[in-house]
Nanobody, 128 residues
Framework: QVQLVESGGGLVQAGGSLGLSCAASGCTPSACIMGWFRQAPGKEREFIGNIRWSTGGTYYADSVKDRFTISRDTKNTVYLQMNSLKPEDTAVYYC??????????????????????WGKGTQVTVSS
């Protein structure tokens, strides 16, 4: 059973930085792909990026790739570092996990429906 727990959300001023963590358990290290998504009030869920656990390779949405960085440690935690935050980055941020049966490029997994396991989310609020 895959379990994901996000932490690190909060309030930050525009232009500031914030780091989120996602503690994962139950996802096969050799195959697991971890994704980050966000959802702002009244908007659809948005893909931020993902990381392949085995290699550390990453893929980002164009809207954030110059400001956000995804990484993972050697144990069970994936991170989302967010810099130069803007008020429009205000959203609930979710991590998600997928245990793929076959190897495909990370860009393949940019939809929420691609992921079977989700954390409960953490609120990020950016004040202007």
């Amino acid at each position: 059973q895959v379990q994901l727990v996000e932490s690190g959300g909060g309030l930050v001023q525009a232009g500031g930085s914030l780091g989120l963590s996602c503690a994962a358990s139950g996802c096969t290290p050799s195959a697991c792909i971890m994704g980050w998504f966000r959802q702002a009030p009244g908007k659809e869920r948005e893909f931020i990026g993902n990381i392949r656990w085995s290699t550390g390779g990453t893929y980002y949405a164009d809207s954030v790739k110059d400001r956000f960085t995804i990484s993972r440690d050697t144990k069970n935690t994936v991170y989302l570092q967010m810099n130069s935050l803007k008020p429009e980055d205000t959203a609930v941020y979710y991590c998600a996990a997928k245990d793929p049966q076959m190897y495909f490029p990370l860009s393949t997994y940019s939809r929420g429906d691609d992921y079977a396991h989700w954390g409960k989310g953490t609120q990020v609020t950016v004040s202007s």
